[in-house]
C-alpha cells in the first residue's frame, strides 16, 4: 500500500496548481516531503493572512503529514464548519483520517463523498484506499478501476493497484489459495514489468509451496542490481535449503557473504550474515555457527536475527531451554514477532512443556490470522494427543513348522497432556504343523501414561493372560512399568520391568513359563550424527532359569533425507541353566553385525523404511555361523485421520527356540484418529 504519508499529495496539487506564488515555497516543501518545515512556513504566512483558505488547508496538511493527524481533523473540521459543503475541505478532512490509520471512521465519508462526487478522480481513488487499508481488495480494486476510467494513466492509481494487488494476494496465500495469489501478483507485471516487490512476493509464494526451481528463476529475475543481487543470492540459499540441498545452500550463501562486504549497506549485510549462519546451522557446522553468532553478537547488539540464530543453533543442538530464552528476548523487543511467537511454540514443544508451547501457538495466531504453519504446530500438537485406536495384525512362521496368527487392539485416550490411559486386546493363536500342538492366548490390559515433569513420563500397564491348550488353561497376570526420562542433553534413558508369559510357540505356551524382565535402555545421541544405544535385561523364569542379555548399537546418520543410518551391533545371551530340549538356552552366545536403515517419502502421504543386517553368531564354542535379518514397510495416510503399514520381515538370528531357526512375519498396522482434536482442546484453546 503507498505511504499514508504521501498518499493523496497528488490530489492537493491538482487542486491548487494555479496556486498565488507566495505561497509556492510552501507547495514546494510539501512536494518534497518536507511536512514540518512546510508546517512553520504556513504557520508564519498565516500570522499575517489568518484567514487564507489555501494556506489553512495547506498549514492542517503539514501538521498532520508531520505527525498530528488528530490536531489536523480538528483543524479540517473548523474549516468545514466556515465553509460547509466544501469539496476540498472535504476531501482533506477524509484524507487526515488516513493519516491517523482510523480507516474505519474514514469509510463512510469517502463513500458519501464518491456519492456526491462519483467523476471526482481523488475522491474515488481515496475511497479505494481507504478501502484497501480495511483488506476489503476486491471492492478496492473495483474503485480503483473506476478511478484509472477517469484518469486512465495515473500513475498514483496503477501504485495504489500494485499494492492493493499485493495485500489481495497475502490474504490468498493465507488461504492456502496459492493459485489466486500467484495470478494476482503476475498481474502486477502489466503495469509495473519486473516490478520488486511483486518479485519478492511471487518468490516467497513459491517457497511455502516448496515449488523451489520456480523461486529461485524468480529470484534471479530480480537480480538487476548489485543489492539486489545479494538479496536474490540469500533467497536462493533458503529455496535451496526447502529443497533438501543443504551443501549447496551453504556454497551460495558464502557467495553472498563474500559479495556482500565490499557494499555500504548495513540493513543488506545483516540479512546476508543471517542467511549464511543459517546455512551452516542446517549443514551442522555447530562450531563455526557458534563462533560466527558470537562475532556478529559483538557487532550488533540487541538485535532480533542474532537472537533468533542462538534460539535456531539451540533447537538443533538439543538445547530448547536457551531457546525458549532467545525467543523471549526477540518478543521482549517486538511482541509481534512472528519468529518469536512460532519460534517459541517450537522450543517449548522441543522441551516438553506442552501447554506453554500450545498457548504460544494460539498467540501467534492472534497476531497473524490463519497463518499456515501455526495452524500446522497446532494441528501436530493436537495428532499427538488425539484419541487413537490401532489395530496390528500379524502372521508368523518358521523353519520349525510353528505358525502363528496375532491381533492387538489398542485404544489410547489422553485426557490432559499429561495423562494418557490406554485399553488393549490381545489375542494369539499358534500351531506346530508337525506335531499338531495348538494353542492360544487372550491378554486383555489396561494402562496410563504420566508425565512427571517434562522428559521424564511413567508409563505402567496392569493385565491378564489366559492361556489355553489342549483341553487345559491356565491366567496370569502381566505387568509392564518403565520410566523413561532425559537425564541430559541428547540422552534418553528408559528403567523398567516386565512380567509376561511366554507365548512364542504352542509347546512354550503349555509350559506356563512365567518371565521377569528387568530392563534399561540407554540411547545417547551427538551433534556430530554418531549415536550409541544399548539395552541390558536381567530375566528371571518361573522354571528357575535366568538370562542375561546384552544389547549395543554403534550407529552414524550418513543423510537426513532420506534418512539413512549405518552401524554396528553387538549382542550377548547368557542362559545360567541349559536346556536345549526345551529352549534356546546357551551358556553363552554372542553376535556381531553390520547394518543400515533407510527411510523416506514416496510421495507427501506415502513413506517406506527398509533394514538390513549381516554378520556372525556362535553358540558355546561352535563354529560361527552366518545371520542375516531384513525388514520393509510401506505407510499410507489414507485420509487425515486414517493411516495403514504394511510391512514384512525375515531374521534367522537364534531367538527362543534354537539356532539354525528362521523366522519370517508379515503384517498390517491401522490407525484411526477417533476424533478431530483432543478432548481437552477446548480448555487449552480458551
Not at 546451522?281 to 540487541?302: C, V
Not at 516438553?352 to 494460539?362: G, L, Q, S, T
Request: hydrophobic share 40%; with cysteine; charged share 25%.
Amino acid at each position: 500500500m503507498l505511504k499514508l504519508n504521501t498518499l493523496c499529495l497528488f490530489l492537493f496539487f491538482s487542486l491548487y496548481g494555479m496556486a498565488q506564488s507566495p505561497l509556492q515555497p510552501g507547495f514546494t516543501l510539501l512536494e518534497n516531503g518536507d511536512f514540518e518545515q512546510a508546517e512553520t512556513f504556513f504557520e508564519g504566512y498565516l500570522v499575517d493572512d489568518p484567514t487564507n483558505k489555501t494556506a489553512l488547508l495547506c498549514y492542517g496538511r503539514a501538521v498532520g503529514l508531520s505527525g498530528e493527524p488528530e490536531k489536523s481533523t480538528g483543524m479540517f473540521a473548523d474549516l468545514l464548519d466556515d465553509y460547509p459543503g466544501d469539496f476540498e475541505i472535504q476531501i482533506n478532512y477524509n484524507e487526515s483520517f488516513l493519516w491517523g490509520k482510523k480507516f474505519e471512521e474514514a469509510e463512510p465519508l469517502y463513500a458519501k463523498l464518491v456519492k456526491e462526487y462519483p467523476k471526482n478522480f481523488g475522491a474515488v481513488l481515496g475511497y479505494a484506499n481507504t478501502l484497501s487499508n480495511l483488506k476489503k481488495y476486491e471492492k478496492a480494486l473495483e474503485w480503483v478501476e473506476k478511478s484509472l476510467v477517469i484518469q486512465p494513466d495515473n500513475l498514483s492509481a496503477k501504485t495504489s493497484r500494485k499494492y492493493m494487488r499485493l495485500g489481495y494476494a497475502n490474504a490468498y496465500v493465507n488461504k492456502q489459495n496459492y493459485k489466486k495469489g500467484e495470478s494476482l501478483l503476475k498481474e502486477i507485471f502489466i503495469d509495473f514489468p519486473e516490478d520488486r516487490d511483486a518479485l519478492l512476493n511471487l518468490a516467497n509464494l513459491y517457497l511455502i509451496t516448496k515449488n523451489t526451481k520456480s523461486a529461485k528463476s524468480t529470484y534471479r529475475r530480480l537480480a538487476t542490481s548489485q543489492k539486489d543481487s545479494i538479496t536474490a543470492l540469500n533467497g536462493i540459499a533458503l529455496a535451496e535449503h526447502i529443497g533438501e540441498n543443504d551443501k549447496q545452500a551453504l556454497a551460495v550463501a558464502m557467495t553472498a557473504k563474500e559479495k556482500v562486504d565490499v557494499l555500504d549497506d548495513e540493513t543488506l549485510k545483516e540479512q546476508t550474515y543471517d542467511r549464511y549462519v543459517q546455512a551452516l546451522i542446517w549443514n551442522r557446522k555447530y562450531i563455526k555457527a557458534k563462533t560466527e553468532i558470537a562475532l556478529l553478537e559483538a557487532k550488533y547488539t540487541n538485535r532480533n536475527w542474532i537472537y533468533a540464530l542462538k534460539a535456531m543453533l539451540g533447537l538443533y543442538t538439543g538445547s530448547p531451554k536457551k531457546s525458549v530464552a532467545n525467543y523471549n528476548a526477540i518478543l521482549k523487543n517486538d511482541s509481534t514477532s512472528f519468529d518469536g511467537n512460532l519460534g517459541k511454540a517450537n522450543a517449548l514443544f522441543a522441551a516438553d512443556r506442552i501447554v506453554p508451547a500450545y498457548k504460544a501457538a494460539f498467540g501467534t495466531l492472534k497476531v497473524f490470522k490463519d497463518q499456515k504453519d501455526a495452524l500446522g504446530f497446532i494441528d501436530k500438537l493436537n495428532i499427538s494427543f488425539t484419541p487413537t485406536l490401532e489395530e496390528h495384525l500379524a502372521y508368523t512362521f518358521d523353519n520349525g513348522k510353528n505358525v502363528a496368527f496375532s491381533t492387538n487392539t489398542t485404544a489410547t485416550v489422553p485426557l490432559s497432556t499429561k495423562l494418557s490411559t490406554n485399553l488393549s486386546y490381545n489375542f494369539r493363536t499358534t500351531e506346530n504343523t508337525i506335531t499338531e500342538n495348538k494353542a492360544s492366548s487372550h491378554v486383555l490390559s489396561a494402562g496410563l501414561d504420566y508425565k512427571i515433569l517434562p522428559k521424564t513420563t511413567f508409563k505402567a500397564v496392569l493385565g491378564l493372560n489366559k492361556s489355553s491348550f489342549d483341553s487345559e488353561s491356565y491366567t496370569q497376570p502381566v505387568i509392564d512399568v518403565k520410566l523413561l526420562l532425559q537425564p541430559f542433553k541428547l540422552q534418553n534413558l528408559e528403567l523398567g520391568y516386565k512380567r509376561e508369559i511366554q507365548s512364542f510357540n504352542a509347546d512354550l505356551i503349555e509350559r506356563e513359563i512365567i518371565m521377569n524382565h528387568f530392563g534399561l535402555n540407554y540411547n545417547l545421541g551427538t551433534n556430530f550424527n554418531l549415536g550409541w544405544y544399548t539395552q541390558a535385561i536381567h530375566t528371571t523364569q518361573s522354571d528357575n532359569n535366568t538370562r542375561n542379555l546384552l544389547f549395543t548399537s554403534l550407529y552414524y546418520n550418513v543423510m537426513r533425507k532420506p534418512a539413512l543410518k549405518v552401524g554396528l551391533n553387538y549382542q550377548y545371551l547368557s542362559f545360567a541353566e541349559q536346556i536345549p530340549t526345551i529352549y534356546f538356552s546357551p551358556e553363552k552366545y554372542q553376535a556381531v553385525e553390520i547394518f543400515a536403515d533407510l527411510r523416506g517419502d514416496i510421495s507427501k502421504n506415502t513413506q517406506y523404511m527398509m533394514s538390513a543386517a549381516t554378520g556372525l553368531q556362535q553358540v558355546e564354542e561352535d563354529p560361527n555361523t552366518v545371520i542375516f535379518r531384513a525388514e520393509a514397510g510401506v505407510t499410507h495416510k489414507f485420509s487425515k485421520r486414517f493411516s495403514g503399514n504394511l510391512y514384512g520381515k525375515y531374521s534367522n538370528i537364534a531367538s527362543a527356540t534354537a539356532a539354525g531357526f528362521e523366522f519370517t512375519e508379515i503384517g498390517l498396522k491401522l490407525k484411526w484418529l477417533m476424533s478431530k482434536k483432543p478432548l481437552f482442546y477446548k480448555q487449552i484453546a480458551k
